[in-house]
């Protein structure tokens, strides 16, 4: 069946493991806001369950996630939805910076960070693309498990923005090697994004669901309290050094980008569509 004739998510529960899917193959599982809130959902599902001890992200098909919603017959970013991160006002009834930025506080920026806090280990099942926001569902897990034909990109420099608007680069990779992955918009593989300390394990491609899944089974033997209570000790330390408050200001420069292009270019992106966007590479 067509990804477009189906939910945008698929939510399963084997034991103490309940696999979160995106399931928009057809398009790579770019996110719109309709997955997005799909994803909200299930997430809250998970944690809801006590059941469930871990939770893992994947993604349908070929790739993890070729990032946002760009272009795709589906892209919905125009429309309302209910507002779950944050307080921000409706976008769809806004025009210019207004709307954008309150959209993306809510969909980008509010719900990965509400996503991080699920007080369950989360681990990214990833293979394939993995690309602007693709990076930000894969970040906010506490672990990446990569198949071996897996790669990591963030080409939105093209687009004259600095970074995807969860931007945890500094802090998943040193921070040298995160300037060269912006400056440069290359993919980095599954091997080197194990190198520089960004993904936890690779594995053949045909093995990655049933390792992660072992990965899940053994951390699900831990006491529910002592996990939460460690992912809480873990995330607060990044907090520390730094990691909220400077995406809270790299959000604005972001958003700065996007009103720069508004204003110079064709649109806020800077005139890169989908096409423009593979062409260079992405």
């Not at 687009?159 to 802090?171: N, R």
């Amino acid at each position: 069946m067509s990804a477009a004739h189906d939910e945008p998510v698929h939510y399963e529960k084997q034991g103490p493991v309940a696999t979160v899917t995106m399931n928009r193959p057809d398009y790579r599982n770019a996110q719109n806001s309709a997955m997005t809130y799909a994803l909200d959902r299930a997430f809250y599902r998970a944690a809801d369950d006590s059941e469930v001890k871990t939770v893992v992200l994947a993604g349908a098909g070929e790739h993890f996630s070729a990032g946002h919603d760009i272009g795709t017959p589906e892209r919905d970013a125009h429309l309302p939805f209910e507002r779950r991160a944050g307080l921000w006002w409706d976008h769809s009834d806004k025009a210019g910076a207004e709307s954008r930025f309150a959209r993306e506080s809510e969909v980008y920026l509010g719900m990965c960070r509400r996503w991080r806090e699920l007080p369950k280990p989360v681990i990214a099942s990833v293979q394939g693309a993995c690309v602007a926001g693709g990076l930000m569902l894969a970040w906010v897990c506490d672990l990446i498990v990569a198949s071996e034909d897996a790669f990591f990109a963030d080409p939105v420099v093209r687009m004259g923005i600095p970074g995807v608007e969860y931007f945890a680069h500094p802090w998943v990779m040193p921070p040298r090697i995160a300037k060269e992955f912006l400056y440069t918009g290359d993919r980095m593989s599954a091997r080197r994004a194990y190198e520089v300390g960004m993904v936890n394990r690779v594995v053949p491609r045909e093995e990655l669901a049933e390792r992660t899944r072992e990965l899940a089974l053994r951390i699900s033997e831990m006491p529910r309290l002592g996990l939460a209570l460690t992912k809480r000790a873990v995330n607060q330390a990044e907090d520390l050094q730094g990691m909220h408050t400077g995406m809270d200001s790299v959000f604005g420069l972001h958003h700065l980008a996007h009103a720069h292009n508004a204003e110079t270019a064709p649109d806020a992106l800077g005139g890169m569509d989908i096409r423009a966007m593979k062409k260079a590479g992405a």
